[in-house]
């Protein structure tokens, strides 16, 4: 399958970094063709991409939207405390 010449495409960015998130997070980046980051890609603008892109908007920056990078893991899965810390009371 070859692309027309006038097909649209979208550039992304991959730009923050996966470490901490869900398989699924992870799965998307990989999916999506990203190796390392900083990462720019061109991709077809098909809604599948759209979607996609929209899944990891805060990893990932699209060219013409503006991307901020988020204020706390709201995503990231949570971990476990030592109960060895907090029973010494600090």
């Given at each position: 399958?070859?692309?027309?010449?006038?097909a649209?495409?979208i550039?992304?960015?991959?730009?923050?970094?996966?470490?901490?998130?869900s398989?699924?997070?992870?799965?998307?980046?990989?999916?999506?063709?990203?190796r390392?980051?900083?990462?720019?890609?061109?991709?077809p603008?098909?809604?599948?991409?759209?979607?996609?892109?929209?899944?990891?908007?805060?990893?990932?920056?699209?060219?013409?939207?503006?991307?901020?990078?988020?204020?706390?893991?709201?995503?990231?899965?949570?971990?476990?405390?030592?109960?060895?810390?907090?029973?010494r009371?600090?």
């Amino acid at each position: 399958m070859s692309e027309s010449p006038g097909a649209a495409t979208i550039r992304a960015t991959w730009k923050k970094s996966a470490i901490g998130y869900s398989v699924e997070m992870k799965a998307t980046i990989q999916s999506l063709g990203f190796r390392k980051l900083q990462q720019t890609r061109d991709l077809p603008d098909t809604p599948a991409v759209r979607g996609m892109l929209k899944k990891v908007d805060f990893l990932v920056a699209v060219e013409g939207d503006p991307w901020d990078p988020p204020r706390r893991g709201r995503y990231k899965i949570p971990r476990a405390r030592s109960a060895k810390k907090h029973s010494r009371g600090r």
